[in-house]
């Protein structure tokens, strides 16, 4: 009599949206929708993970000893405050205050004159000496916030072969207070825009040999494209593949949360222990204040069963189906995705393999269009410093899926690592390096073929 | 997609009784159809929200009367009004799930947790005075004629229903501003739960509303606003009975769909309240965290009946029965005869399942009125407690599992797809 939910047609990633949800017609959900194939019991847990993702931590002491620890130092006091309903973020407006923006960040490392020779070169993560690895804006009372900033913008215009004229836009940083002093002249700068979190449980689990068959760090193929992993410390002198981030520059969703609950908010975890988040030696008053490490949450801020429930929510969302799949324009739009040559790093389809923290997870096909591996994006895009073996310029191919929906989600748009681009066709522009040959045939299109192919883009 | 009972489904089914003919289709006592029981989950659906107005009506009664003679015997039996309203709405909740009419509108009458410092006075050492998240964290209506919302000056002398529903509820796009629904009504008639994890409820005196003896000041606003949110109430609860009605937008939007959808529909709403809403927001997050503010009725400590008849609801639409609140039953054609139909033994599990959460809610019920109210039992170090709160969490989860179950059993998962793109392979198109 009993039915397994486990019936193979039925486990195909973003096609069969969780039964219980069918009827949640809102787009606003389409990022944080659970995966079809989970037990009630998971299906439990991913509303608990989420309201742990939405809820509002506060600073130490606090009576609500679940909920407290935040900072001294933050970016946000949630999880969802950046990544509204698991969408991406967006760049402050040119001049209002940067602080003010949570879901902007500025990250700091090791500037380097000359890189290595050396391939696969790991370069050590070090942060600015007064600043840490990441500027925040916010502080509990009684320390200082690290200061504010605002964005200006160089515009530049883009002429396509029929004559048609797009702005683009680069941010450009100022600082209105550094609270610390100055930064180190060695430190390097990164902006970045909160990404979106889609299909993030799935992209964990493709099999590393997959990754790395797609790999072609000398360019063997010769056709202009090579594809490197970020290879990551692990332990003492291992190394293992990076995959989350804009660089590839954490390990796992599980990993990536935990450093986000630490840097962005401040809060000790499981894996990031530092009650004091991002704080540096130097910054002794913030080491020094009070934290919210309670004995009945393992001596945490985030003991491991908030921290598990954030990573089943993350990672047990669906990402959402493709639409217009049975639409000409889109079947017309595919065939100049794939002349283009973007398919090269946006590779359709992946599958995951065995043995996922999740079972569900288990065997999926699904269609993030990335490779997971870093491309020379050329010195537009550039950020300040290496991340592990990511030079600079290097960035890890953006998964396309959802991309369409990333207003309808978090009423916000904006792409690239640091959100420069206003549209699609905007971030397609800046496309260097490696992929200038795709920008080039892009700019070739009339302006048929291009909403076409921006028509395919936005049904993913 | 299979239709789900042919009619030579029924006729078979109806052999057992009677020759098959025109007459053992009608009869009753034999074979349900899935028409039927959509048509009957409307028909409860309708006597639900009657009933819930029918109660909004006599608590508006029971707040008048305390507002004419503010006496402590008044407010309690305002109180019991207001216990009394909330049972029949609880046991609408599941037609939440699945309908987006009533989700959209739920909002107006039962959205939670609220930052109650926007209607009234708080006690600030435990509330505090501010919060980044919402500039009117203590905007306090009652106190204030004029209120900052957004960057303009809101004229608020006068507390109507308008001013509640269209200028401060979510003002400034804060949902936590809730002024409307059953819990800001809570909020005026107990006031703040400061006794945390401890036994008590809200203690607010009726004097607050006594404008001879006034305490705490404004009395005169906070009746108007006590008034106005219970006439808001009544006339949002309206709107919803109509939409059952005959004709009516939410019954129209059901029966437009086929008797699968219809059934979906149904099952949905009885899963998402009971893992999601009910299981896991409104119990478990506060089980987990130990904290009282994430108790649903907090300021009655009302919570161990709330969660009972919402238990309850999902098995009035599984057994098509609801019990009025003048005593009268409605029962029809349900969904576990359509189940018992197809197999019995599926049908007699998920009967066992809802028996089993019923005696989960009737533990806490217990408990409760041995003073261990919700906000206790979630307390740390409460082991038993915790555990009496544990097993209703887990007899949601194990009835969940039957009703997916169920669903598979009717092949009903197939209509969980939005539109027909998504029916469409992405690995006919994608290599």
Request: with cysteine.
């Amino acid at each position: 009599m009993t039915l397994k939910l486990k019936a193979r047609h039925f486990r195909i990633a973003g096609v069969f949206a969780s039964f219980f949800y069918f009827q949640s017609t809102a787009f606003a959900s389409a990022y944080s929708t659970p995966i079809s194939g989970i037990d009630a019991e998971d299906k439990l847990n991913y509303k608990i993970g989420e309201s742990v993702f939405q809820k509002f931590w506060v600073p130490s002491p606090s009576s609500t000893t679940a909920s407290d620890g935040l900072g001294p130092l933050y970016n946000t006091r949630s999880c969802n405050n950046c990544h509204i309903n698991n969408g991406r973020g967006h760049a402050p407006e040119a001049g209002i205050s940067g602080a003010s923006v949570p879901s902007f960040l500025i990250r700091f490392g090791r500037a380097y004159e000359e890189l290595s020779p050396v391939a696969d070169f790991i370069y050590p993560k070090i942060g600015d000496s007064h600043y840490g690895s990441q500027f925040q804006g916010h502080s509990v009372q009684g320390i200082q916030p690290e200061g504010d900033y605002y964005l200006s913008y160089d515009l530049r215009i883009e002429t396509l072969a029929d004559g048609t004229e797009v702005e683009l836009r680069k941010p450009k940083l100022h600082w209105s207070a550094l609270n610390y002093g100055n930064l180190e002249d060695s430190t390097g700068i990164s902006l970045l825009v909160t990404p979106a979190l889609v299909g993030m449980g799935l992209l964990d689990n493709i099999p590393g040999a997959t990754i790395a068959a797609n790999a072609d760090p000398g360019d063997k193929d010769k056709n202009g494209i090579s594809g490197r992993i970020n290879w990551i410390p692990d332990g003492i002198n291992g190394k293992t593949i990076g995959r989350f981030g804009y660089k590839a520059s954490t390990p796992s969703v599980s990993f990536q949360n935990q450093l986000a609950f630490n840097t962005d908010l401040g809060l000790s975890t499981p894996m990031h222990s530092a009650p004091s988040g991002d704080c540096t030696a130097l910054q002794k008053e913030c080491i020094a204040s009070p934290n919210g490490n309670s004995e009945h949450l393992d001596n945490l801020e985030v003991d491991k069963q908030q921290s598990d429930l954030v990573d089943l929510f993350v990672s047990l969302s669906s990402p959402p189906a493709m639409r217009n799949l049975g639409d000409s324009t889109f079947r017309e739009g595919k065939t100049i995705f794939d002349n283009g040559g973007c398919a090269s790093c946006h590779i359709p389809k992946m599958e995951t393999g065995e043995h996922a923290r999740f079972e569900a997870l288990e065997n999926r096909t699904f269609y993030p269009f990335t490779d997971m591996l870093l491309h020379d994006m050329g010195p537009e895009l550039a950020s300040g410093f290496p991340s592990f073996s990511a030079t600079p310029s290097e960035w890890r191919t953006a998964p396309l899926w959802g991309i369409g929906l990333s207003h309808k989600v978090s009423g916000r748009q904006g792409f690239l690592h640091d959100g420069r681009a206003r549209t699609i066709e905007e971030a397609i522009l800046w496309h260097g390096g490696e992929a200038k040959q795709s920008q080039q045939y892009y700019k070739q299109l009339n302006k048929e073929h291009r909403q076409k192919l921006i028509y395919f883009l936005e049904s993913l | 997609m299979k239709r789900l009972l042919t009619p030579i489904a029924i006729c078979v089914a109806g052999a057992m009784l009677t020759a098959c003919g025109p007459a053992a289709v009608k009869s009753e006592s034999s074979a349900v159809t899935a028409d039927a029981v959509v048509v009957h989950y409307a028909d409860i659906a309708e006597a639900v929200y009657g009933d819930s107005l029918t109660t909004a009506k006599t608590l508006r009664t029971a707040i008048k009367t305390f507002l004419d003679a503010p006496t402590e015997a008044n407010l309690a039996s305002a109180k019991t009004a207001w216990i009394a309203a909330r049972a029949p709405y609880q046991q609408s909740e599941v037609y939440r799930f699945g309908n987006a009419i009533v989700d959209d509108w739920e909002g107006k009458v039962n959205a939670w947790p609220l930052d109650e410092g926007l209607i009234d006075y708080v006690a600030q050492d435990s509330y505090g005075s501010e919060s980044d998240l919402n500039p009117l964290y203590t905007a306090n209506v009652v106190a204030s004629k004029h209120l900052h919302i957004g960057g303009e000056m809101v004229d608020a002398s006068d507390i109507t229903p308008d001013l509640i529903a269209n200028t401060l509820q979510e003002a400034d796009g804060v949902e936590a501003n809730v002024a409307s629904g059953y819990h800001a009504i809570e909020f005026l008639l107990w006031g703040q739960d400061l006794n945390g994890t401890n036994p008590g409820a809200g203690e607010r005196p009726a004097s607050d509303f006594d404008l001879e003896n006034c305490t705490n000041g404004n009395c005169d606003r906070r009746r108007d606003y006590l008034l106005a949110a219970t006439d808001l109430l009544i006339s949002d609860l309206e709107e919803m009975a109509n939409n059952w009605k005959d004709g009516g937008a939410a019954r129209v939007a059901l029966l437009d769909q086929s008797s699968e959808e219809g059934l979906a529909t149904m099952l949905t709403g009885m899963g998402s309240l009971a893992y999601g809403e009910l299981g896991g927001e409104r119990t478990k997050l506060g089980l987990m965290l130990h904290d009282p503010e994430e108790e649903h009725d907090c300021f009655s400590d009302n919570t161990h009946w709330s969660h009972y008849h919402d238990a309850q609801g999902i098995k009035n639409v599984y057994l098509g029965e609801y019990k009025r609140v003048d005593g009268s039953w409605v029962k029809g054609p349900s969904l576990s005869k359509l189940v018992s139909q197809e197999d019995i033994a599926l049908d007699l599990e998920m009967k066992a399942k809802l028996e089993t959460t019923e005696a989960a809610a009737q533990a806490m019920v217990d408990a409760a009125e041995h003073g261990y109210t919700f906000d206790v039992l979630i307390a740390m170090n409460n082991t038993a407690g915790n555990q009496l709160v544990q097993t209703f969490v887990d007899s949601l989860v194990d009835e969940t599992r039957v009703t997916e179950e169920i669903i598979h059993h009717l092949d009903l998962q197939g209509i969980a797809l939005e539109g027909s793109d998504s029916l469409d392979n992405p690995s006919a198109v994608f290599e």
